[in-house]
């Protein structure tokens, strides 16, 4: 004799990715410069407050299918997990990203745990097909590109 299951203390899991925005008007990212404006023009106007970290996320042609704020944290660090940064990733269906944070104090040099953290998101994406292609760190500034400078 087969037991039915007791689903009533289970949790309903839901996945959802919609868009609204037709692929002809999705913006392409190229370049560094690409990727600044995009950013430049989500983050919020306190890039001096606060350290912030964004996920841009892109399909096969690199066009930008979302963003998504990761995290929001103090003067002078955020905390950005990696699990987080790929659950949305993979709910997207995004094939690329691009992550960036910005630094209060203006200076665009990347830290040692910015260079691990964008180490471990390089590999963890190398495991699932997801290209890493930029990590950006932004500030009134300017801005820094992990790939123009040769770090990926």
């Known amino acids: 004799m087969q037991e039915t299951l007791n ?83 993979l709910k997207c269906v995004a094939s690329g990203i691009i992550v960036a944070h910005n630094h209060p104090s203006g200076n665009l040099k990347p830290s040692e745990t910015d260079i691990t953290l964008t180490r471990k998101i390089k590999e963890a994406g190398k495991l699932l097909d997801i290209t890493l292609f930029d990590h950006i760190i932004i500030s009134n500034e300017g801005y820094y590109s992990f790939a123009d400078e040769g770090m990926l």
């Open 7 to 89: 689903t009533s203390n289970l949790a309903e899991i839901k996945v959802a990715y919609s868009t609204k925005v037709k692929f002809k008007d999705m913006q392409k990212i190229t370049s560094s410069k690409d990727c600044e404006s995009v950013l430049r023009n989500i983050w919020s106007p306190d890039l001096e407050l606060r350290e912030e970290f964004y996920l841009l996320l892109l399909n096969r042609a690199n066009k930008v299918i979302g963003w998504h704020c990761i995290s929001q944290g103090g003067l002078d660090s955020t905390v950005a997990d990696i699990r987080i940064i790929f659950s949305i990733t």
